[in-house]
């Protein structure tokens, strides 16, 4: 029986994949970009998920999609003593609808009746989010306080066998991400930029739900700027950072000793960041997961002609064939790893894929499959976009 929900990011399979990678059997598609959990709220590691937006905590579930019994089920909801609210103070309230048929005007009416009932047990003032869309959107939670003391809101998620409703406990913070993304003193376009939340998704697909011995050390061997490190070590992970590119090296170290600088409670982790060329490096001491973006070939603005195409799959795919050959015997059977690698948009949604796909048995590794989702399905990308990023999640045969 589930007990929360996560509301899933823009590339919902990518979260739904998160959560069952840290979760297992315990997460359940429970509506279109709406994941289910059978964990109490306070049971989840919310701040290191990148693929969800909101967790929000069960209340009650409707056996209908009929709008006077969902309103019927809020005014319970508000009117209990469970339903906590702040002592004294403003307090704000706000309303979406996933998949309930109910009118950005419908959900400002319905909020403006529930606000009435919360006046009734509350010393402060009471005001409501308005809606223009039927979901309030991660920006309006955060900077209305919708997640904390201060604030609700209440999510209405039709399954399609029933409503539920639920209260929103926690909200990804755009400010941290913000921070981490764009205030880092090292940054080069060049070499991609890859988001925080998507590094994030990238280490909980590699370290999964057996997180092994302590300490727990997750390696990068295409390190970049350090956006994988700096996300390992906020998780409490020691990091192991490797680049072909001294220049890139410096990039790391400039931009973890900030990240030190930030936060205090970096204090117990350490890292290692050395020169490295990944086809033919030895890692020492070895690492616990393998997790970060692996080189991605040359970007394209708009899909290149077929020769061109194919030259670069050719030496992505050598390249990165080396690098899987070399480290296979440096880690221990069972590691599992979880590598960004490049796919081709040539048409809208349709893919040129690495050829080294199909034999990654024959050079020792198996393809984790996942219960919810397709492990080919696992692919960040923009529809504009020409290079996408292909999450593979392996494990040492």
């Known amino acids: 029986m589930i007990q929360s929900v996560c509301i899933l990011g823009r590339q919902p399979v990518l979260g739904l994949a998160e959560l069952e990678s840290l979760y297992g059997p315990l997460v359940q598609a429970t509506a279109h970009g709406v994941a289910g959990i059978g964990l109490p709220a306070d049971a989840i590691d919310f701040a290191r998920l990148g693929g969800s937006t909101k967790l929000a905590t ?5 056996t209908s ?22 002592k004294s103070g ?20 319905l909020g403006l009746t529930l606000k009435k009932v919360i006046r009734t047990r509350h010393d402060g003032s009471v005001r409501t989010v308005p809606n223009t869309t039927p979901e309030l959107s991660t920006a309006q939670v955060f900077h209305s306080h919708l997640a904390n003391e201060n604030g609700a809101e209440l999510l209405l998620i039709n399954t399609g066998q029933q409503t539920i409703i639920a209260r ?28 925080p939340k ?14 092994g011995q302590t300490p727990l050390t997750i390696l990068d061997p295409f390190c970049g700027t350090g956006v994988v490190l700096q996300e390992a070590l906020l998780m409490g992970y020691n990091v192991y950072g490797t680049d072909l590119e001294p220049r890139m090296i410096a990039y790391s170290q400039a931009n973890l000793e900030w990240l030190s600088a930030q936060n205090l409670k970096l204090e ?3 890292w290692k960041i050395e020169v490295g060329d990944a086809t033919t490096h030895r890692w020492e001491p070895r690492p616990t997961f393998i997790a970060g973006e692996t080189y991605l070939g040359r970007p394209f603005t708009e899909v290149p002609d077929r020769a061109t195409l194919e030259q670069t799959v050719s030496d992505v795919n050598a390249i990165l064939t080396k690098f899987l050959r070399n480290i296979r015997p440096q880690l221990t059977p069972g590691t599992r790893l979880c590598l960004a690698m490049p796919a081709w948009q040539t048409r809208p949604n349709t893919f040129r894929r690495l050829p080294l796909l ?20 696992l692919l960040y990308y923009r529809e504009d976009q020409i290079v996408a990023r292909e999450l593979l999640v392996l494990t040492v045969k």
Do not use: W
Request: charged share 25%; hydrophobic share 40%; no cysteine.
């Open 58 to 62: 069960i209340l009650a579930t409707v």
């Open 65 to 86: 999609s009929n709008q006077k019994q969902i309103e019927k089920a809020l005014l319970g909801i508000v009117r209990s003593p469970a339903f906590l609210l702040p």
């Open 90 to 109: 403003k307090f704000h309230l706000g309303l979406s609808s996933i998949g309930v048929d109910m009118s950005p005007a419908k959900l400002n009416a």
């Open 168 to 195: 929103t406990v926690a909200v990804q913070d755009i400010d941290s991400y913000t921070l981490r993304d764009r205030a880092r003193p090292k940054r080069d376009a060049r070499v991609g930029m890859l988001p």
């Open 198 to 211: 998507l590094a994030q998704t990238i280490i909980n697909l590699a370290v999964g739900s057996n997180p």
């Open 268 to 270: 117990h982790e350490t």
């Open 358 to 377: 199909d034999s990654l048995e024959k050079i020792g590794y198996n393809r984790v499959e996942f219960e919810r989702v397709s492990s080919d399905r």
